[in-house]
């Protein structure tokens, strides 16, 4: 958490700041570009533009949970569970358009502030290239999900109807492949890393760029822990790839033996994240509510629960609240029963309510100051450990793993702290020495790759699903069960997505070079298991 950001406010004015109470749609309309509706804009503006542009990708909304990760990488790696149904497993139309769309909304911002930044004399450049350098990141962090759920997309050409001067016919974008667009990003994050060591921002915009980061309140050294966070990330993500497996491990030894030059998120302090801090502006988290507790969005898996209770978790109670029935046992629903029965175990009656626990609802759905997060500490320590025990480096692994997990309790704890409601007490913090004993139960020394995937599956949880769906396809673990029918298109989860239809439509000619790829059973190329 980003103590200094509750000094801001984010209305995003580039003139000032006024009250907390005052932010309204209007506000933000007034302080980004929209390429298509106003005629002129600024470095700050866009740069504010991107992250509103973005925001419901990034903090926890109605339509990104229950239209989109809801049915979809929540499902596949059983974050939740849900009453069975037919050809589940196959994602839907409407969550591919829908989240495509928005990730190009984004894009266009970005290419927007690119433009401008590139107009800019010389010397104006020079003292805004702290906002060229830090959107990229953030830009290269929601392109890197795209290209993890789709594979090839259209990306460098894409979102130039602007600087084409609004011409649609130079404006339909080649696709290129995931590998390109990957080495391309990590190529420019290195860069982007070597840049803000050497960056100092100059006194004349410090003000305007602590204003308009809604991500890092301005703070530069939390903008180095990002880029350099995303590169582990991402060269994890590849390392088994063979185009990518040598310049990962190379690269990767270059940012953990020097983290004085190539610092990471290493304590929840740090972590990268939209904070809230007025729940009635644009910014907020009041629509998870409806989300989770719509459709009975919020039931708990049994694979899940059965982890955390088998191991005495201290993360459970945060997490999760016992059925009403279940007097006080933690009890998650099983994916293997048919659809009537797990309904009716969902549902229950009022002689005998359900005893399948949901999600807590003061930590999750009613939340409104839950956080939108990018990267943790946790999912930093837990990539530590993976290279660690890859490099024959037990010890430090096994400090790495333990330190994830303790992060990862210390984290579910602070995100109930932020609640606003109190639907459930707050529980007990859990005592070093019930840490210590989840810490020793879980064991390590045999089978250690598998123990940090599901530590990570763990802390992922419906918080960062698609990393976690995106994790779960590299390690190959931990595995799943689904129930299928003889009548399911589908039978297995899928690898990635389908592209949406209206690339088929409107971007056809570019689209014939992709078509033999556009099915949910290919592999993306860092998928080799």
């Known amino acids: 958490m980003k103590f200094t950001k509750y000094f801001m406010l984010a209305c995003l004015c580039t003139t000032g700041i006024t009250s907390i109470t005052s932010c309204k749609k209007s506000d933000f309309a007034d302080n980004f570009k929209d390429p298509g509706k106003l005629s002129s804009s600024t470095v700050e503006k866009q740069y504010t533009g991107i992250t509103y542009s973005f925001r419901e990708l990034v903090v926890p909304s109605y339509w990104n949970y229950f239209v989109i990760l809801r049915s979809t990488a929540i499902r596949n790696v059983q974050a939740t569970g849900w009453a069975n149904e037919t050809n589940q497993l196959a994602p839907g139309g409407a969550s591919i358009q829908d989240r495509w769309n928005t990730f190009y909304a984004g894009l266009a911002q970005f290419r927007e502030l690119e433009k401008i930044y590139n107009s800019l004399p010389t010397d104006e450049k020079e003292s805004k290239k702290v906002f060229y350098l830090t959107a990229k990141i953030f830009f290269y962090d929601q ?35 995931g590998e390109e667009i990957y080495t391309k990003m990590l190529d420019d994050l290195k860069l982007i890393s070597a840049d803000l060591n050497k960056l100092t921002i100059p006194s004349s915009v410090t003000a305007s760029f602590k204003t308009q980061d809604l ?23 590849v390392s088994s790839s063979s185009s990518f497996s040598a310049r990962a491990n190379q690269e990767l030894g270059e940012i953990i033996s020097n983290q004085t030059t190539s610092p990471l998120v290493k304590t929840n302090a740090e972590n990268i994240q ?3 801090f007025n729940n009635a502006s644009d910014i907020n988290s009041r629509g998870l509510r409806d989300a989770l507790e719509s459709w009975n969005a919020n039931i708990s898996s049994k694979v899940m629960i ?14 999760f609240e016992p059925g009403a029935g279940a007097v006080g046992k933690f009890i998650g629903l099983d994916q293997s029963l048919p659809q009537a029965q797990q309904t009716a175990l969902i549902t229950g ?20 100051n839950f956080p939108g997060v990018l990267i943790t500490a946790s999912e930093v320590n837990f990539l530590l450990a993976e290279y660690y025990t890859k490099n024959s480096k037990n010890a430090e692994a096994k400090t790495s793993f333990e330190n994830g997990i303790k992060e990862s309790i210390e984290f579910y704890k602070s995100i109930r702290t932020l609640s606003n409601d109190n639907t459930l007490a707050a529980p007990v913090a859990p005592t070093n020495e019930q840490i210590d004993a989840y810490i020793a139960k879980i064991g390590w ?14 802390h992922f949880n419906i918080l960062q699903p698609l990393q976690s769906w995106a994790e779960v396809k590299r390690l190959d673990y931990p595995k799943f069960t689904f129930r299928v029918e003889s009548s399911d298109l589908q039978k297995t989860p899928p690898l990635k997505w389908n592209l949406p239809s209206t690339e088929v439509t409107y971007n056809a000619t570019n689209y014939e070079a992709v078509k033999a790829q556009d099915n949910v059973n290919t592999k993306l190329f860092w998928d080799v298991n």
């Open 349 to 368: 009656t009022p002689a005998t309510p359900s005893t399948i626990a949901i999600y807590n609802r003061s930590t999750f759905s009613r939340n409104q």
């Open 274 to 276: 939209i904070d809230i």
């Open 143 to 177: 392109t890197q999900q795209v290209v993890d759920l789709h594979g090839s997309i259209p990306w460098s050409e894409a979102g130039m109807l602007s600087t084409n001067g609004g011409d649609y016919t130079k404006s339909y974008a080649r696709y290129e492949t």
């Open 215 to 237: 991500i890092n309140s301005g703070d530069l050294n939390l903008w180095k822990k990002y880029c350099n966070s995303l590169r582990l990330r991402m060269l994890t993500r």
């Open 445 to 458: 020394g045999t089978n250690n790759l598998q123990l940090i995937a599901t530590q990570r599956w763990l």
């Open 306 to 319: 059965d982890n955390m209770v088998s191991n005495s978790d201290p993360r459970l109670p945060f997490i």
